[in-house]
């Protein structure tokens, strides 16, 4: 369908076919996330922190500079997993719930600490469609006294278009975010947000979907026949945004021998990408596991995002 692919973003270029990869933060899968300690305490703007809660994980990002193009200076994800069996339960995952009380307490000493003047935290697939999702968000409000909007799919989406038009402003395509729980598709084109559409193909909720014996090519493939305007997008760029699929552009890199391991502005042939895409997909967890470029939290994610990507670019 789309030439190409973009991560925080991966993008393939649409009239040359090429895949490049947006500027982004660190990623450090769980890892303790280091302040700049050259950033001054105050940069052209305020001191500003975000708290993405996630289906597979959790991050908390502190900005400083312009609204239009801020800095970030302290960045860190924690895999939580909490919508991990969520497809039969119908509830967050009991260990995941755990484990996101605990760090998001940890991420608001860390945000208290920076100064920051302003904390926003948002919820995405897994908190908004989970039966005990309400009593989640309440939990956090009594500790760590932490308020959080449960965005909808379409402020899911609109979001994520924004991001990518703040770095691309002539962006034109398809914007493309994977989530644990759920992919937002959006439709953008002349610095505007056309079309959107949410629907239920994030990793964790494909890879219960295998596990139940379902086809999850075919589930893929009808989810996304049934959304008609994107085929108004064909021949232009897909802009991927999601960790699952950054993972994707770092493997890529290291199995084609590049020098320069920057995963900001990486670009490849959307025809070589999806081929790319279609052979992870085909991989074993133990010759996954003997990836380097693929963290041991993202080995369960590959194959679907792998699936969901090679559907986009056909």
Known sequence: MASGLVENAVAPGAAAGT????????????GAGVPDAE???????????????????????????????????????????????MQSSGRLNPDGVARAQENLGRFVGAAAAMKVAGLSAFATAAVREAADGPA?????????GLEVRV????????????????????????????G?????????????????????????????????????????????????????????????????????ARVHMAQHGRALRMIDGYR??????????????????RALERLPAISPRRIEAVRASAIVLRRLIR
Not at 136 to 144: Q, S, T, Y
Not at 151 to 178: C, N
Not at 225 to 239: E, H, K, M, R, V
């Open 39 to 85: 950033a001054p305490d105050y940069f052209f703007g305020r001191r500003v922190a975000v708290i993405d809660i996630g289906s597979n994980s959790i991050r908390l990002v502190v900005f400083e500079g312009s609204a239009r193009a801020p800095t970030p200076i302290f960045n860190e994800k924690v895999m939580c997993g909490l919508g991990r069996g």
């Open 180 to 248: 644990g729980g759920s992919l937002e598709l959006v439709r953008v084109g002349g610095e505007r947000v056309r079309d959107m559409a949410t629907l239920p193909l994030g990793p964790l909720r494909l890879n219960e979907a295998m596990a139940q014996g379902e086809r999850i090519g075919a589930l893929v493939r009808k989810s996304l026949g049934d959304i008609d305007w994107l085929a108004d997008a064909s021949g232009t760029t897909l802009y991927a945004v999601g960790g699952a699929w950054r993972s994707l």
């Open 268 to 285: 490849a042939g959307a025809s070589e990408f999806a081929d790319f895409a279609r052979l992870l997909a085909r991989q074993s967890d």
């Open 151 to 178: 965005l909808s799919g379409e402020d899911e989406a609109r979001l994520s278009a924004y991001g990518v038009m703040a770095g691309f402003p002539q962006a034109e395509g398809i914007v493309g975010d994977l």
């Open 19 to 30: 895949v490049a990869v947006l500027p982004a933060g660190p990623d450090t899968d769980g």
């Open 136 to 144: 989640f968000i309440e939990a956090l409000r009594r500790d760590p």
